[in-house]
C-alpha cells in the first residue's frame, strides 16, 4: 500500500514538473516479485530435489521468486511415512513434507513441484492427467511430469499479482490449509 501510494505520488509530481518541462525518470515497476525463501536444513536427501522444483516454478511462472536458504517462508521436511503433504500457512508461506516411502515410488521431483504448488496457493485435482502437475498421484507411478501446465502456472502468476479476490489468498485467515495428499500406495500384495 505504501510502494502505491509512493508511486502514485511520484506519478503525480511527474505530471507536476512536466507542465514545468521537467523530466523524471520512471517510477520503479508496478509489481516487484515476491520472494520466497525455502529453507532446506531438514530437507535431507531431498534438498537438491527442492532446488530443481524451485527452479520449475521460477521457470513457469512470474511476479514470485523461490530463492534457497534466504529465511524461511517455505520449510522442506524429510519424513519416513504417513505420507507427504503440505501445509500451507498463507500465500507461498508453509511447509512441506516429503515421505520417503512415496518418494521411493513416485517422481520425487513431481512430488516435489506439487506440494510446493500447494504453497504456491494451487489445490488437488486428482483427474488422473499426467500433464497437469496438481493431479498428483491420480496419474500413476508412471507419470514423472514435474512441470506445471500453463494454466496451473499461470494460476500461480495470478495468484501473486494479487488479481484474485483477497479470500482466495488465504492470507487474512485463521488457521492453515492442509493438503494432506493422496498418492496411493502402488505396493501390491499377493494373497
Ligand atoms: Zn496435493
Known sequence: MTSRLNRLAVALLATALATLGVTVANPSPASAAMTICYNTSQAGNYAGTASQAASIWNNATVNLTLTANCGSNLRIYQITGGGSYAVRTSLGNGRVYIDTQQ???YSP???MTHEIGHILGLPDN???NCSLLMSGG???TSCTNPYPSTAEA???SNLFAGTFAATERSTDRAGADIFRDSWPSMLTSVS
Open 126 to 128: 486428482y483427474n488422473g
Open 109 to 111: 521431483l513431481r512430488i
Open 103 to 105: 518418494a521411493a515410488q
Open 154 to 156: 499461470n494460476r500461480v
Open 138 to 140: 491420480s496419474a500413476g
